[in-house]
């Protein structure tokens, strides 16, 4: 299948720098991405919309001045957490859709794990 | 707007017993319906998946879901369990558009399994 994946899989910040996931498909392209925000023992909060070429779309109550989502290329798109703080701590996860072939299945990264000190 | 209910947050078994996940969506029509496996600090799997057709959706890893419009259920079973299944498992649901949907997770259900 198709291989999405994410970079860093940990980082550890100090309070008020900001940082940087990669989500890349690996062996595919992807006109679309999807960045989700999941909390221990919770479920997955789609976060924002990415679409290449185009401005994120994001969902209701996610800043988007506060996380940077930047799909530049079909197969990577990068969000940034900026000024992290300790609640900003939390799992983050992308996942895609094959360009030009919706089989409805999405591919899932191995998620980043941010903690904000 | 579409959602959708796992109303177990834990469910135990023992090794070789059968298991069964409950997930129920609402939604006005028939929806895209998924289950995905997650693993402590990895993304999710793909374990099956519904568009239409045949009500009863076989998975990988011997996981089978069905169906049912009058329940609006999509429940996820396995006959036996293998303690390599112990995983959070999410039920999701998307609603078509164009073409294309972007789906809504369940909670999830924590599968703990017993030696």
Not at chain 2, 8 to 20: Q, R
Not at chain 2, 64 to 82: D, G, I, T, Y
Not at chain 2, 98 to 108: E, L, Q
């Amino acid at each position: 299948g198709a291989v999405v994946s994410q970079h860093p899989s940990w980082v550890i910040c100090k309070s008020g720098t900001s940082v940087k996931i990669e989500c890349r498909s690996l062996d595919f392209q992807a006109t679309t991405m999807f960045w989700y925000r999941q909390f221990p023992k919770q479920s997955l909060m789609l976060m924002a919309t990415s679409n290449e070429g185009s401005k994120a779309t994001y969902e209701q109550g996610v800043e988007k001045d506060k996380f940077l989502i930047n799909h530049a290329s079909l197969t990577l798109s990068t969000l940034t957490v900026t000024s992290a703080h300790p609640e900003d701590s939390s799992f983050y996860i992308c996942s895609a859709r094959v360009a030009g072939l919706d089989t409805g299945e999405l591919f899932f990264g191995e998620g980043s794990r941010l903690t904000v000190l | 707007a579409q959602s959708v209910t796992q109303p177990d947050i834990h469910i135990t078994v023992s090794e070789g017993a059968s298991l069964e996940l409950r997930c129920n969506y609402s939604y006005g029509a028939t929806p895209y319906l998924f289950w995905y496996v997650q693993s402590p600090g990895q993304g999710l799997q793909l374990l099956l998946k519904y568009f239409s057709g045949d009500t009863l959706v076989q998975g990988i890893k011997g996981f089978e879901a069905e169906f049912k419009r009058s329940q609006s259920s999509f429940n996820l079973r396995k006959p036996s369990v293998h303690w390599s299944d112990a995983a959070e498992y999410f039920c999701a649901v998307g609603a078509p558009l164009g073409g294309s949907y972007i789906p809504t997770f369940g909670r999830g259900t924590s599968l703990i399994v017993h030696p």
